[in-house]
Structures are given as structure tokens and as C-alpha cells.
């Protein structure tokens, strides 16, 4: 569980949103490593998904490692990182007052450890020793066991013993220790039970049982579990596996996720919490889930509910981006298009054309990537014409040439080119920032799919219209 090899950490120090430091009377952590060649060793924790160093210390005299500093360190889950295999152990800097005392350990392919003027870590220590023996409890007596019928029955019959055992310590510590930090751990990381009647009923009702009370074990307002992975992964799980990923379904959990937050009141976990759905959605490459990062901005910082902590810089930023990508989301009708042929001199009105799908392609001509998807939706476009697909061209280029270049590559489509501040409001309520990009709208004119490749469309309007 936390002798493991750590890859891929990053060696920098970093200012973060939440302070990584606390008032307090400093912070002493003196290390002793046993069988341990290298000069250095480094004090790191994680913060949600990435982790940072939060100290170096170089072998003093007398052999120690002593991790030192005026100001305590934010409580929560630390690691003592070696080099250059960069491998661990987890320990735990528990409250603001218990950050003076020694940890020795011996180095190898597994770190064993120990501590001395930390109850609570030795409290840790012992918690991770007895999960370990009901570890190898429970291997051994697998290994041991032959392999038929009645050997799996008694092995399901002896992981079921071994199990309410590790229930009952669990229960026990969490009654003689509330409050603790290794408490809220050890509650984050026991599993929500299912009412075994409900297994039995139809209609998924385990699983929603499951989902509604995903976050009941986390203690929402101890902000000393930003710290640790904790409730970095119980917000993706929750927002990855137990939510369909469509983009108001992953809203409604975002919402159950902030109210929760919200109402256990803690500032630093609300705005971590925040930060990182803002981030997450902003980051996202899948299909119209801008909606999503539209929704957390609109909703909890460009309206009433702006944050105090966020830099006015910033929240500009954020908002410019809600404002410009809040008329082209999925589900919504299609900002209006009237422009003129530039072959035939033809009105190009969007709202006119009558098919049951229409395509809006925003290209290029010149640019390499344009031509290959204009071959492509040539293709597209002769398949499915007739069974009701309409397609019309926006050139982002001036008219005399995009007039020679779509009469050199026979574009079927009417094609209209536009330049200047026409072409910067399309931009603008259309959201474009590369070309092509091409918008699939259905027969109400209401954007079904967005920035989607055109080697993609045989594929969905196959779908779609048969």
C-alpha cells in the first residue's frame, strides 16, 4: 500500500493556490536512512493528482537528514523521497502542532520505518503493519490451498474472516480517535457497503445506492486530505465511473459535488475543489463538453457566487472564455449565417436550408489541413446528399482566390468567403480558434456534434440518419 516505486516526480518547487504553509512554530523532521548511499533526500507530498517538494535535506555529520523550517507545514500526508530511484514512504504531518520529531527507516526495495515524538505516526505505522499481515495472511493462505471447489469455498469463507477483521480494527480506531487525520484517512478509504436486499432488486438500484452515498466515509471539511490523493480521486471516480459521460449528466454531479463541499464549509477544500473541475473541463478533448466548463464558470465565478481568492486577471480570462464559447454549445441553435455564394451569388442563409443535417465548415483554403478534410466531406457529401445532408463552406480568405480554389477542387457545397469584422463575429459565436472546424446541425438547426474530424462523419450520420 505505500512501499511503492514513484515515478515520474517532478523536482520543482511551485506557489500554489492553497497555502502550502501554515502558522504555527516551525516544523523539525529529522530522518535517519539506514543502508541509504546517497547524500540527498527530499520531503514531497501530492495535491491532487501531481506532487511537489516541499523540502531537500543534505546527510549532516552525524548521518541525519533534517528537514527544517520557520513556518509549519500544511497537516497532511507526506513522503520522504529518495534519489536517484525517486522511491518512498508515506507518513503523516499530522496537525500544526506535531511537526518535531524523527522518522527512521531502512532503504531497500520495500522502505521500512518508523517513528519516534509522533504518536500519530506511530499509530500509522501500526495501522499499515496490521494491514499488511492480513495481507500476506490471506496470499499464504492461498498459495497453500489446493485448487478445487472446496478450497474456494473455504478461501471465500476465510477472506470473508480476514476482512471483518480489518472492519473491526477499522471501527475500533475510528471510536478511540476522532478528529485525527489517520481517522478521516482510514473513513475516506473504507468502502461504502450495499444493503445486500438491494443487490437483489432490478433497475440498478445498488448501484445508485452506491453513487448517493459514494462520498459519505470523506470528511469534506478536513482540508489537511488535499494532501494526499483522497479527494482528488474520489472526484474523478465519481465524475469518470459513476457518471454517464454526457455533458448535463456530468453537470448534475458537479453540482452534487460543490453542494457537498459547500455545505461542509471548508474554504480551502471548496476552492481546491473548484480549481480543479474548472481545470479538468477546460482540458477536455471530448465533444461538447465545453458545456461543462461553461457551466462551472457562468455559475461559480462569473456570476454571483465569484470567488474572493481569484485574481482579477484571471477571472476576466475565464469569463471572456464563458462569453465566447456559450453560443456554440451542443444542444443549442446554431448563431445565424447569412452570406452570399461566392460562385453562383447566392444567399447563403443557415436558417433557410432545409435538410435533416447540415454541416458548417469553417476552413482555410490554403492550409494543407483544410484540403484534407474538403476531399474527405467530398466523399461524405456524395453518400449522403440524397438521404438529407446539406453542407456550406466558410472561408476564412478573400473571395477571388477562394472563388479559383473551389472551382480547381469541384466543391459541390456553397462555399462564401469572409474577411474583416464579419468574419471576426463568426469567429467569435462560433468559437473558432483553428481551422477546419467543422459543426454538424440537425434539421432545427440545433448543434448536434462540434469539432469533430470529417473522417468521423460517415460513421455518425450513418447512425444518425439510418
Same mark, same amino acid.
Given at each position: 500500500?505505500?512501499?511503492?516505486?514513484?515515478?515520474?516526480?517532478?523536482?520543482?518547487?511551485?506557489?500554489?493556490?492553497?497555502?502550502?504553509?501554515?502558522?504555527?512554530?516551525?516544523?523539525?523532521?529529522?530522518?535517519?536512512?539506514?543502508?541509504?548511499?546517497? !547524500?540527498?533526500?527530499?520531503?514531497?507530498?501530492?495535491?491532487?493528482?501531481?506532487?511537489?517538494?516541499?523540502?531537500?535535506?543534505?546527510?549532516?555529520?552525524?548521518?541525519?537528514?533534517?528537514?527544517?523550517?520557520?513556518?509549519?507545514?500544511?497537516?497532511?500526508?507526506?513522503?520522504?523521497?529518495?534519489?536517484?530511484?525517486?522511491?518512498?514512504?508515506?507518513?503523516?504531518?499530522?496537525?500544526?502542532?506535531?511537526?518535531?520529531?524523527?522518522? $527512521?527507516?531502512?532503504?531497500? %526495495?520495500?522502505?521500512?520505518?518508523?517513528?519516534?515524538?509522533?504518536?500519530?505516526?506511530?499509530?500509522?505505522?501500526?495501522?499499515?503493519?496490521?494491514?499488511?499481515?492480513?495481507?500476506?495472511?490471506?496470499?499464504?493462505?492461498?498459495?497453500?490451498?489446493?485448487? !478445487?471447489?472446496?478450497? %474456494?469455498?473455504?478461501?471465500?469463507?476465510?477472506?470473508?474472516?480476514? !476482512?471483518?477483521?480489518?472492519?473491526?480494527?477499522?471501527?475500533?480506531?475510528?471510536?478511540?480517535?476522532?478528529?485525527?487525520?489517520?481517522? !478521516?484517512?482510514?473513513?475516506?478509504?473504507?468502502?461504502?457497503?450495499?444493503?445486500?436486499?438491494?443487490?437483489?432488486?432490478?433497475?440498478?438500484?445498488?448501484?445508485?445506492?452506491?453513487?448517493?452515498?459514494?462520498?459519505?466515509?470523506?470528511?469534506?471539511?478536513?482540508?489537511?486530505?488535499?494532501?494526499? %490523493?483522497?479527494?482528488?480521486?474520489?472526484?474523478?471516480?465519481?465524475?469518470?465511473?459513476? $457518471? *454517464?459521460?454526457?455533458?448535463?449528466?456530468?453537470?448534475?454531479?458537479?453540482?452534487?459535488?460543490?453542494?457537498?463541499?459547500?455545505?461542509?464549509?471548508?474554504?480551502?477544500?471548496?476552492?481546491?475543489?473548484?480549481?480543479?473541475?474548472?481545470?479538468?473541463?477546460?482540458?477536455?478533448?471530448?465533444?461538447?463538453?465545453?458545456?461543462?466548463?461553461?457551466?462551472?464558470?457562468?455559475?461559480?465565478?462569473?456570476?454571483?457566487?465569484?470567488?474572493?481568492?481569484?485574481?482579477?486577471?484571471?477571472?476576466?480570462?475565464?469569463?471572456?472564455?464563458?462569453?465566447?464559447?456559450?453560443?456554440?454549445?451542443?444542444?443549442?441553435?446554431?448563431?445565424?449565417?447569412?452570406?452570399?455564394?461566392?460562385?453562383?451569388?447566392?444567399?447563403?442563409?443557415?436558417?433557410?436550408?432545409?435538410?435533416?443535417?447540415?454541416? *458548417?465548415?469553417?476552413?482555410?483554403?490554403?492550409?494543407?489541413?483544410?484540403?484534407?478534410?474538403?476531399? *474527405?466531406?467530398?466523399?461524405?457529401?456524395?453518400?449522403?446528399?440524397?438521404?438529407?445532408?446539406?453542407?456550406?463552406?466558410?472561408?476564412?480568405?478573400?473571395?477571388?482566390?477562394?472563388?479559383?480554389? *473551389?472551382?480547381?477542387?469541384?466543391?459541390?457545397?456553397?462555399?462564401?468567403?469572409?474577411?474583416?469584422?464579419?468574419?471576426?463575429?463568426?469567429?467569435?459565436?462560433?468559437?473558432?480558434?483553428?481551422?477546419?472546424?467543422?459543426?454538424?446541425?440537425?434539421?432545427?438547426?440545433?448543434?448536434?456534434?462540434?469539432?469533430?474530424?470529417?473522417?468521423?462523419?460517415?460513421?455518425?450520420?450513418? %447512425?444518425?440518419?439510418?
Amino acid at each position: 500500500m505505500v512501499y511503492r516505486f514513484f515515478i515520474g516526480l517532478a523536482f520543482i518547487f511551485t506557489t500554489l493556490l492553497i497555502s502550502a504553509s501554515a502558522v504555527g512554530q516551525g516544523y523539525s523532521i529529522k530522518v535517519k536512512m539506514n543502508a541509504y548511499s546517497s !547524500n540527498a533526500l527530499y520531503l514531497a507530498y501530492h495535491l491532487g493528482a501531481k506532487t511537489y517538494i516541499a523540502d531537500t535535506a543534505i546527510k549532516n555529520d552525524e548521518g541525519y537528514f533534517v528537514f527544517k523550517g520557520e513556518e509549519a507545514k500544511h497537516p497532511g500526508m507526506y513522503m520522504i523521497v529518495t534519489e536517484p530511484d525517486k522511491s518512498f514512504f508515506e507518513f503523516l504531518i499530522p496537525n500544526k502542532k506535531e511537526q518535531q520529531f524523527s522518522l $527512521t527507516a531502512t532503504y531497500g %526495495k520495500s522502505i521500512q520505518w518508523s517513528a519516534s515524538g509522533s504518536p500519530e505516526n506511530k499509530q500509522f505505522q501500526e495501522y499499515l503493519q496490521f494491514l499488511a499481515a492480513k495481507q500476506l495472511q490471506f496470499k499464504s493462505l492461498k498459495e497453500k490451498l489446493p485448487d !478445487n471447489e472446496a478450497s %474456494k469455498k473455504k478461501l471465500v469463507t476465510e477472506e470473508a474472516a480476514i !476482512n471483518k477483521e480489518v472492519d473491526i480494527y477499522r471501527y475500533n480506531y475510528l471510536k478511540k480517535n476522532p478528529g485525527q487525520l489517520l481517522t !478521516n484517512i482510514i473513513k475516506a478509504t473504507t468502502e461504502i457497503v450495499v444493503p445486500a436486499a438491494l443487490k437483489q432488486q432490478p433497475n440498478n438500484a445498488a448501484f445508485y445506492y452506491y453513487r448517493t452515498h459514494f462520498f459519505d466515509n470523506i470528511t469534506l471539511d478536513d482540508n489537511r486530505l488535499l494532501y494526499s %490523493k483522497i479527494i482528488y480521486d474520489k472526484i474523478e471516480y465519481y465524475t469518470e465511473k459513476l $457518471t *454517464v459521460q454526457d455533458p448535463d449528466s456530468v453537470i448534475k454531479s458537479i453540482e452534487t459535488i460543490m453542494n457537498k463541499v459547500n455545505k461542509a464549509g471548508d474554504k480551502e477544500v471548496y476552492q481546491y475543489v473548484l480549481i480543479h473541475l474548472l481545470n479538468k473541463y477546460a482540458a477536455s478533448k471530448i465533444v461538447c463538453f465545453d458545456k461543462v466548463y461553461i457551466h462551472i464558470g457562468a455559475t461559480y465565478y462569473c456570476g454571483k457566487n465569484t470567488p474572493s481568492w481569484i485574481e482579477q486577471a484571471q477571472l476576466e480570462k475565464i469569463c471572456a472564455n464563458v462569453e465566447s464559447m456559450r453560443y456554440s454549445q451542443c444542444g443549442t441553435k446554431a448563431p445565424s449565417i447569412q452570406l452570399t455564394d461566392i460562385v453562383t451569388s447566392a444567399p447563403i442563409d443557415l436558417s433557410a436550408i432545409q435538410s435533416s443535417y447540415t454541416i *458548417v465548415l469553417f476552413w482555410l483554403p490554403t492550409a494543407k489541413a483544410s484540403d484534407d478534410e474538403v476531399d *474527405v466531406l467530398k466523399t461524405v457529401y456524395d453518400k449522403w446528399h440524397s438521404k438529407g445532408l446539406a453542407i456550406i463552406g466558410i472561408a476564412d480568405h478573400n473571395k477571388e482566390e477562394t472563388s479559383k480554389i *473551389v472551382a480547381a477542387q469541384s466543391i459541390p457545397w456553397p462555399c462564401a468567403s469572409v474577411t474583416g469584422d464579419e468574419l471576426d463575429e463568426l469567429k467569435k459565436k462560433y468559437y473558432i480558434t483553428s481551422y477546419p472546424t467543422i459543426y454538424l446541425l440537425d434539421a432545427n438547426k440545433k448543434i448536434v456534434l462540434k469539432k469533430i474530424g470529417a473522417n468521423q462523419l460517415d460513421e455518425i450520420l450513418a %447512425k444518425l440518419i439510418n
